[in-house]
């Protein structure tokens, strides 16, 4: 019998190495996204194989699609589990989000929701269903269905969300779909869901730095104002001009996104990182803390890629809609790179596996 520190198990295109004098803690992973790599080859255990898969799990991707005859069905799931304020409204909008960025309509959603053992009472699972249900009422969508409980061993609560729309098969984007010479374009700017959490999460501290309440009010309501949601966006981007790709950056910021978006297409892009907008308030909580804005988790920002004629025509269109945008880069070939001209410097665009506000917690 082969001891556990030589076993060497091989699964299809997936190995599990365990190495004799390592610790688990040694070798755990680190919070956040899972290294693209190790991601990518988890993806490819796939299951059973079916026609109907028009997008299934690849980096980059925000939604899976399947067709479903006459249209096609869109499918996403992903959690909250850096907040804690207003969880059950994050998760709505998150959710919408990467179906938006396919040019579907979200829905139905099915919750998924942990919570903590000792330290749940009634009124507070009331609260984020309540906030579940108001967004998803604003939003129209149904909400289906999904699992609720107490579990051991958490400390804040986690919820995830299981959401479904649909499109017209001739209206489906996909982030694979960016193509050599394609405009990227930046919606909004960053890092709007990280300014809001971070001023939640850490108002007492602000207020002990010197913050005025009225800054860490504002900081705040960037959940609302810019506000997560890029649903208006990303509709008004699909009925005004031809859009190759749309991505939803999240967690892991704009850099992430942006390398998500090249992977997916198997090309490069060159980003201007003066053009990136950042918001003067994000700027200055990004300062405080020692992050880097551009791998702060952005959530608010839609990331484009479209022809460089159409770039005007969307541009008026968020014009008249009051959606600042801005042209922060193009893409070019795979063998190029993923590319950063910083002042009159050209950098490798950085990644961050491990979004900047998880160091936070």
């Known amino acids: 019998m082969r001891e556990a520190g030589d076993l060497n198990i091989n699964l299809p295109n997936l190995q599990i190495l365990f190495v004799e004098g390592v610790t688990s803690q040694q070798r755990a992973l680190p919070v956040g996204k899972l290294d693209a790599a190790l991601l990518s080859r988890l993806l490819l255990l796939s299951g059973w194989p079916d026609p109907r898969v028009v997008v299934g799990p690849h980096v980059g991707e925000d939604a899976a699609v399947i067709d479903m005859g006459d249209r096609y069905l869109v499918a996403k799931s992903d959690p909250i589990t850096f907040a804690t ?3 059950g409204w994050y998760l709505v909008q998150v959710n919408a989000n990467d179906l ?40 129209h969508i149904a909400i289906v269905g999904g699992h609720t409980e107490v579990t051991h061993g958490l400390e804040r609560p986690i919820v995830v969300g299981h959401m479904l729309g649909e499109v017209a098969k001739d209206s489906l984007v996909t982030t694979s779909g960016a193509r050599l010479g394609d405009d990227l374009l930046l919606a909004k700017g960053i890092a709007i869901e990280g300014t809001s959490l971070i001023a939640r999460e850490k108002a007492q501290e602000l207020r002990e730095r010197g913050y005025s309440a009225e800054f860490i009010a504002r900081a705040q309501g ?18 005004s001009v031809e859009v190759h790709a749309m991505h939803d950056p999240t967690e892991g910021g704009l850099a992430t996104g942006l ?24 700027a200055r909580l990004c300062a405080e803390f020692g992050l880097n804005p551009l791998g702060t988790i952005a959530s ?56 900047e506000v998880s160091r936070l917690f």
């Open 85 to 87: 304020d207003e969880i």
């Open 100 to 139: 938006a960025t396919t040019g579907a309509e979200p829905r139905w959603l099915l919750t998924t929701l942990l919570l903590p053992e000792h330290e749940t009472p009634p009124e507070r699972v009331e609260g984020i269903m309540a906030q579940i249900d108001a967004a998803c009422r604003e939003l």
């Open 222 to 239: 960037f959940l609302y104002d810019p506000g997560i949601s890029v649903l208006h966006a990303a509709r008004l981007a699909a009925a």
């Open 259 to 282: 390398h998500e978006l090249a992977q997916a297409a198997h090309a490069g892009v060159w980003i201007d990182r003066a053009a990136i907008p950042v918001y003067p308030e994000s």
């Open 300 to 355: 608010g920002a839609l990331l484009l890629a479209l022809p460089p004629g159409q770039v005007p025509t969307l541009l008026a269109a968020y014009g008249r809609a009051a959606i600042p945008c801005a042209v922060i880069g193009h893409v070019c070939e795979a063998h190029e790179g993923l590319r950063m001209q910083s002042g009159a410097v050209t950098l490798d665009l950085p990644r961050f596996d491990q979004d």
